[in-house]
T-cell receptor
Framework: ETGVTQTPRHLVMGMTNKKSLKCEQH?????MYWYKQSAKKPLELMFV???????ENNSVPSRFSPECPNSSHLFLHLHTLQPEDSALYLC?????????????FGPGTRLTVL | AQKITQTQPGMFVQEKEAVTLDCTYD???????LFWYKQPSSGEMIFLIY??????QNATEGRYSLNFQKARKSANLVISASQLGDSAMYFC???????????FGAGTRLTVKP
Protein backbone atom coordinates (compact mmCIF):
# COMPACT_ATOMS: atom_id res chain seq x y z
CA GLU A 1 0.00 0.00 0.00
CA THR A 2 1.23 3.47 -0.78
CA GLY A 3 0.12 6.97 0.12
CA VAL A 4 -2.74 7.52 2.52
CA THR A 5 -5.45 4.91 2.94
CA GLN A 6 -8.78 5.16 4.72
CA THR A 7 -11.25 2.53 5.82
CA PRO A 8 -14.10 2.06 5.46
CA ARG A 9 -14.79 3.97 2.26
CA HIS A 10 -18.52 4.11 3.02
CA LEU A 11 -20.31 3.92 6.36
CA VAL A 12 -23.96 4.11 7.28
CA MET A 13 -24.76 4.32 10.96
CA GLY A 14 -27.63 5.08 13.26
CA MET A 15 -27.51 7.87 15.80
CA THR A 16 -26.97 5.45 18.69
CA ASN A 17 -24.15 3.48 17.07
CA LYS A 18 -20.45 3.64 17.84
CA LYS A 19 -18.04 3.31 14.94
CA SER A 20 -14.46 4.23 14.08
CA LEU A 21 -12.79 5.57 10.97
CA LYS A 22 -9.25 4.48 10.29
CA CYS A 23 -6.48 6.28 8.43
CA GLU A 24 -3.02 4.95 7.64
CA GLN A 25 -0.18 6.74 5.92
CA HIS A 26 2.76 5.02 4.27
CA UNK A 27 4.76 8.16 3.51
CA UNK A 28 6.89 8.46 6.63
CA UNK A 29 5.12 11.67 7.60
CA UNK A 30 4.90 12.94 11.16
CA UNK A 31 1.70 14.98 11.03
CA MET A 32 -1.84 13.76 10.39
CA TYR A 33 -5.16 15.54 10.02
CA TRP A 34 -8.89 14.92 9.97
CA TYR A 35 -11.10 17.07 7.76
CA LYS A 36 -14.86 17.16 7.27
CA GLN A 37 -16.31 17.98 3.86
CA SER A 38 -20.02 18.71 3.86
CA ALA A 39 -22.07 19.52 0.82
CA LYS A 40 -21.82 23.17 -0.15
CA LYS A 41 -19.34 24.03 2.62
CA PRO A 42 -15.59 24.53 2.49
CA LEU A 43 -13.37 21.79 3.77
CA GLU A 44 -13.20 22.07 7.56
CA LEU A 45 -10.17 21.08 9.59
CA MET A 46 -11.18 19.02 12.62
CA PHE A 47 -8.01 17.74 14.27
CA VAL A 48 -4.25 17.97 13.82
CA UNK A 49 -1.71 15.57 15.25
CA UNK A 50 2.01 16.30 15.14
CA UNK A 51 4.42 13.63 16.37
CA UNK A 52 1.40 11.77 17.80
CA UNK A 53 0.29 14.70 19.95
CA UNK A 54 -2.88 16.61 19.26
CA UNK A 55 -1.93 20.18 18.44
CA GLU A 56 -5.23 21.54 17.24
CA ASN A 57 -8.89 20.88 17.82
CA ASN A 58 -11.15 23.25 15.93
CA SER A 59 -14.08 23.26 18.34
CA VAL A 60 -15.24 19.85 17.26
CA PRO A 61 -18.13 18.32 19.25
CA SER A 62 -17.12 15.65 21.74
CA ARG A 63 -19.07 13.00 19.83
CA PHE A 64 -15.99 12.95 17.59
CA SER A 65 -12.96 11.54 19.39
CA PRO A 66 -9.58 11.24 17.62
CA GLU A 67 -6.81 8.84 18.48
CA CYS A 68 -3.26 8.74 17.13
CA PRO A 69 -1.44 5.67 18.50
CA ASN A 70 1.63 6.22 16.31
CA SER A 71 2.77 8.45 13.48
CA SER A 72 1.33 6.14 10.81
CA HIS A 73 -2.17 5.65 12.15
CA LEU A 74 -5.05 7.97 12.97
CA PHE A 75 -8.53 7.06 14.11
CA LEU A 76 -11.74 8.98 14.46
CA HIS A 77 -14.13 7.41 16.96
CA LEU A 78 -17.77 8.28 16.43
CA HIS A 79 -20.64 7.99 18.91
CA THR A 80 -24.17 9.36 19.12
CA LEU A 81 -23.81 11.26 15.89
CA GLN A 82 -26.45 13.51 14.35
CA PRO A 83 -27.78 13.45 10.78
CA GLU A 84 -25.95 16.74 10.10
CA ASP A 85 -22.68 14.88 10.70
CA SER A 86 -23.21 13.08 7.40
CA ALA A 87 -20.28 14.13 5.22
CA LEU A 88 -17.07 13.01 3.57
CA TYR A 89 -14.33 12.63 6.17
CA LEU A 90 -10.86 13.06 4.77
CA CYS A 91 -7.59 12.14 6.38
CA UNK A 92 -4.33 13.79 5.35
CA UNK A 93 -0.67 13.63 6.31
CA UNK A 94 2.36 15.85 5.83
CA UNK A 95 6.05 15.73 6.59
CA UNK A 96 5.75 18.72 8.90
CA UNK A 97 3.26 21.29 10.02
CA UNK A 98 4.80 24.42 8.60
CA UNK A 99 3.34 26.45 5.78
CA UNK A 100 5.65 24.80 3.29
CA UNK A 101 4.51 21.23 3.69
CA UNK A 102 1.81 20.06 1.33
CA UNK A 103 -0.72 17.61 2.67
CA UNK A 104 -1.46 14.31 1.02
CA PHE A 105 -5.03 13.13 1.32
CA GLY A 106 -6.67 9.76 1.55
CA PRO A 107 -9.73 8.83 -0.52
CA GLY A 108 -12.12 9.67 2.29
CA THR A 109 -14.90 7.89 4.15
CA ARG A 110 -18.40 8.85 3.10
CA LEU A 111 -20.47 8.78 6.27
CA THR A 112 -24.25 8.74 6.37
CA VAL A 113 -26.00 9.11 9.72
CA LEU A 114 -29.60 7.96 9.75
CA ALA B 1 -13.85 36.16 7.78
CA GLN B 2 -13.25 34.01 4.74
CA LYS B 3 -9.53 33.61 4.19
CA ILE B 4 -9.70 31.97 0.78
CA THR B 5 -12.18 33.08 -1.87
CA GLN B 6 -12.97 31.22 -5.04
CA THR B 7 -15.58 33.25 -6.87
CA GLN B 8 -16.35 30.76 -9.65
CA PRO B 9 -18.64 27.96 -8.43
CA GLY B 10 -18.49 26.36 -11.88
CA MET B 11 -16.44 26.72 -15.05
CA PHE B 12 -16.66 25.17 -18.49
CA VAL B 13 -13.78 24.84 -20.92
CA GLN B 14 -13.40 23.24 -24.32
CA GLU B 15 -11.00 20.32 -24.55
CA LYS B 16 -7.45 21.40 -25.48
CA GLU B 17 -8.05 24.99 -24.42
CA ALA B 18 -6.54 26.75 -21.40
CA VAL B 19 -8.57 27.76 -18.36
CA THR B 20 -7.89 29.97 -15.35
CA LEU B 21 -9.42 29.26 -11.96
CA ASP B 22 -9.45 32.27 -9.64
CA CYS B 23 -8.33 32.38 -6.03
CA THR B 24 -7.84 35.33 -3.72
CA TYR B 25 -6.66 35.13 -0.16
CA ASP B 26 -6.46 37.24 2.95
CA UNK B 27 -3.54 37.23 5.33
CA UNK B 28 -1.40 39.64 7.30
CA UNK B 29 1.46 37.14 7.53
CA UNK B 30 4.56 37.61 5.41
CA UNK B 31 5.26 33.89 5.31
CA UNK B 32 2.61 31.58 3.89
CA UNK B 33 2.07 28.82 1.39
CA LEU B 34 -0.58 28.53 -1.29
CA PHE B 35 -1.80 25.20 -2.63
CA TRP B 36 -4.14 23.90 -5.27
CA TYR B 37 -5.87 20.54 -4.99
CA LYS B 38 -8.03 18.59 -7.43
CA GLN B 39 -10.92 16.46 -6.20
CA PRO B 40 -12.42 14.06 -8.77
CA SER B 41 -15.80 12.50 -8.17
CA SER B 42 -14.05 9.64 -6.35
CA GLY B 43 -13.45 12.04 -3.45
CA GLU B 44 -9.68 11.92 -3.08
CA MET B 45 -7.92 15.29 -2.84
CA ILE B 46 -4.94 15.34 -5.18
CA PHE B 47 -2.17 17.88 -4.60
CA LEU B 48 -1.38 19.82 -7.79
CA ILE B 49 0.91 22.74 -7.12
CA TYR B 50 2.48 24.87 -4.40
CA UNK B 51 3.58 28.52 -4.25
CA UNK B 52 5.52 29.98 -1.36
CA UNK B 53 5.03 33.60 -0.45
CA UNK B 54 8.74 34.29 -0.90
CA UNK B 55 9.03 32.51 -4.24
CA UNK B 56 9.81 35.02 -6.93
CA GLN B 57 8.93 32.74 -9.81
CA ASN B 58 5.43 31.47 -10.52
CA ALA B 59 5.17 27.76 -9.77
CA THR B 60 4.68 25.34 -12.66
CA GLU B 61 3.98 21.62 -12.67
CA GLY B 62 3.43 20.16 -16.10
CA ARG B 63 0.18 21.60 -17.47
CA TYR B 64 -0.49 23.46 -14.22
CA SER B 65 0.88 26.89 -13.46
CA LEU B 66 0.10 29.28 -10.68
CA ASN B 67 -0.31 32.96 -11.53
CA PHE B 68 0.87 34.48 -8.26
CA GLN B 69 0.22 38.18 -7.79
CA LYS B 70 1.31 38.95 -4.26
CA ALA B 71 0.24 42.58 -4.12
CA ARG B 72 -3.25 41.64 -5.26
CA LYS B 73 -3.27 38.55 -3.01
CA SER B 74 -4.30 36.31 -5.83
CA ALA B 75 -3.10 32.83 -6.75
CA ASN B 76 -4.93 31.76 -9.87
CA LEU B 77 -4.48 28.26 -11.28
CA VAL B 78 -3.94 28.00 -15.02
CA ILE B 79 -4.51 24.65 -16.70
CA SER B 80 -3.20 24.50 -20.23
CA ALA B 81 -4.43 22.13 -22.93
CA SER B 82 -7.43 20.90 -20.92
CA GLN B 83 -8.24 17.21 -20.99
CA LEU B 84 -11.50 15.43 -20.25
CA GLY B 85 -9.89 13.95 -17.15
CA ASP B 86 -9.43 17.45 -15.75
CA SER B 87 -13.15 17.62 -14.98
CA ALA B 88 -13.26 17.83 -11.17
CA MET B 89 -13.57 20.18 -8.21
CA TYR B 90 -10.54 22.40 -7.67
CA PHE B 91 -9.68 23.83 -4.28
CA CYS B 92 -7.33 26.65 -3.42
CA UNK B 93 -5.80 26.53 0.07
CA UNK B 94 -3.46 28.56 2.23
CA UNK B 95 -1.28 27.83 5.19
CA UNK B 96 0.13 30.73 7.19
CA UNK B 97 3.69 30.52 8.52
CA UNK B 98 4.19 27.78 11.09
CA UNK B 99 0.46 27.39 11.55
CA UNK B 100 -0.95 23.90 11.37
CA UNK B 101 -4.20 25.08 9.90
CA UNK B 102 -4.71 24.84 6.15
CA UNK B 103 -7.71 26.88 5.03
CA PHE B 104 -9.57 25.85 1.92
CA GLY B 105 -11.75 27.82 -0.44
CA ALA B 106 -15.23 26.69 -1.43
CA GLY B 107 -13.95 25.19 -4.65
CA THR B 108 -14.63 25.54 -8.38
CA ARG B 109 -16.21 22.75 -10.38
CA LEU B 110 -14.48 22.52 -13.75
CA THR B 111 -16.15 20.71 -16.62
CA VAL B 112 -14.15 20.01 -19.77
CA LYS B 113 -16.30 19.64 -22.87
CA PRO B 114 -15.26 17.38 -25.75
Amino acid sequence: ETGVTQTPRHLVMGMTNKKSLKCEQHLGHNAMYWYKQSAKKPLELMFVYSLEERVENNSVPSRFSPECPNSSHLFLHLHTLQPEDSALYLCASSSGTSGYNEQFFGPGTRLTVL
Amino acid sequence: AQKITQTQPGMFVQEKEAVTLDCTYDTSDQSYGLFWYKQPSSGEMIFLIYQGSYDEQNATEGRYSLNFQKARKSANLVISASQLGDSAMYFCAMREGPNNDMRFGAGTRLTVKP
